[in-house]
């Protein structure tokens, strides 16, 4: 379900001049336009496959109708939003929620919407039909090696799925842990953690990563067995050059400060990726920059500064994910908001004049500093991110245009009103 493209040149037309206007004035105040434009243009967000239907809760789910039905239709969404704003150049895939029935053909269909295939994300925190062992009492983690030995196969069967459809990493996200004091010997559960994703290392061609994602609590609320960057950190140095630690901003205990943890990581060279979403309570999974837009600029900051100092590609050298979902918004939309608090917060960082706040740090100049972080965060770049966007193809205003275009209405058309996208 493509816009035609006549009609977002006729949206542009119409924003063309009042966008001419901003634009020019903002320019006026940067000397390095040219620069953040290409990097903002180089810059994709890999979406998630679950975040394109209504997630729900434990209380309940409410589907919003015209949700994705196959993989196909999933990667039809994305390619709708990567058109719209041309930064959703990537789709990161779940199985088995989403296993290609012809990778060939899958492939064809992503290349189509100019999509490559992000990181895969591998699931034995639930059971499946048919499944031989349950994950009731976690996988790697298991006191049984059978249990163990069913979720490193299943690690493996996502890599060669990946494999096929030209993706280059493993996401492993576990639920692994336990819900009670006494449950779990925790020097047993590491290291037969260890061990499994020694064995799902092992397994990854040359050219792959694998990210260890880190989470504090949830599903288990005593111990999780990859609870934290440090437990992350630990697995990823033991298991060598190809493993990274992935933060996503919900997975952290109240308070946190992500950007210093991003910091290190990046510094340690062992920051793979991320998934980015925002939160009041826990792993909320809120649009990203709903809540603290503050906190994600100053993430980007450390990023780009980071990245900057490692002499890294901003765009291919990390995952840049999202992981969102939730009951009362149009996925779409939310997705469209979630990658444009992403582009805004990149593009405040690289306003940040770094000479002069290293100057400060080092003058132990406190007051200047601050001014130069809240000067960068408090400029409207939304201007330089449309611009960027223009230039690309895109529209000026993404979500005016979808809404303008009833996209939704002639999704459910299209699909029905009763759809369930697989997944959460
Ligand atoms: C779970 O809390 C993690 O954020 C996972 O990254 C993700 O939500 C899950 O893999 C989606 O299935
Ligand atoms: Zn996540
Ligand atoms: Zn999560
Ligand atoms: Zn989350």
Not at 37 to 51: E, K, T, Y
Not at 175 to 202: K, V
Request: glycine letters at 8%; hydrophobic letters at 40%.
């Amino acid at each position: 379900m493509l816009i035609e493209k006549y009609k977002i040149a006729e949206h542009n037309d119409a924003l063309m001049a009042t966008h001419r206007r901003a634009f020019d004035y903002i320019a006026g105040e940067i000397p390095q336009t040219t620069e953040i434009l290409q990097r903002l243009a180089a810059f994709q967000v890999g979406i998630p496959s679950w975040a394109l239907g209504t997630g729900g809760t434990r209380f309940g789910r409410f589907p919003g109708g015209g949700e994705p039905r196959s993989l196909e239709e999933k990667i039809e969404d994305v390619g709708l939003l990567h058109q719209l704003n041309q930064s959703s150049g990537a789709i990161s895939l779940h199985i088995p929620w989403d296993v290609p029935s012809n990778a060939a053909h899958i492939k064809a269909v992503a290349a189509q919407h100019g999509l490559r295939f992000d990181a895969m994300n591998s699931n034995t925190f639930q059971d499946q039909p048919g499944q031989q062992h349950s994950y009731k009492f976690g996988s790697l983690q298991h006191v049984n090696k059978a249990v163990r030995k069913q979720a490193v196969e299943h690690n493996i069967e996502v890599i060669r799925h990946g494999v096929e459809l030209g993706s280059e990493a493993l996401t492993v996200w576990l639920s692994d842990g336990s819900c009670f004091p006494g449950q779990l010997n925790f020097r047993h559960a590491f290291q037969n953690t260890l061990e499994g994703l020694q064995e799902i290392y092992a397994a990854l061609p040359d050219n792959w990563k694998v990210f260890v994602e880190y989470k504090a609590a949830e599903p288990n609320f005593y111990s999780t067995t990859v609870g934290d960057w440090g437990q992350s950190l630990l697995y990823a140095n033991k298991l060598g050059p190809k493993a990274y630690s992935l933060v996503d901003l919900g997975h952290h205990l109240p308070n946190a400060n992500i950007e210093q943890i991003v910091s290190l990581l990046l510094m340690e060279g062992k920051l793979g990726g991320f998934h980015f979403n925002d939160s009041k309570f826990g792993d909320d999974d809120l649009t990203v920059g709903s809540i603290k837009p503050y906190q994600l600029f100053l993430i980007f900051n450390e990023l780009v500064d980071g990245m900057d100092a490692r002499g890294m590609n901003h765009n291919t050298d990390l995952g840049w994910m999202i992981d969102a979902s939730h009951n009362v918004k149009d996925p779409l939309e939310d997705l469209l908001q979630s990658v444009e608090a992403i582009m805004i917060s990149y593009a405040q960082a690289l306003l940040v004049d770094r000479k002069k706040l290293l100057a400060a740090q080092q003058d132990n100049d406190v007051v200047t500093a601050q001014e130069i972080l809240q000067q960068a965060f408090r400029t409207d770049v939304r201007p330089l991110v449309a611009a960027a966007r223009l230039q690309a193809g895109g529209a000026l205003q993404p979500l005016a245009l979808y809404r303008s275009e009833k996209v939704r209405a002639n999704l459910v058309q299209q699909r029905g009103l009763k759809t369930m996208a697989t997944g959460l």
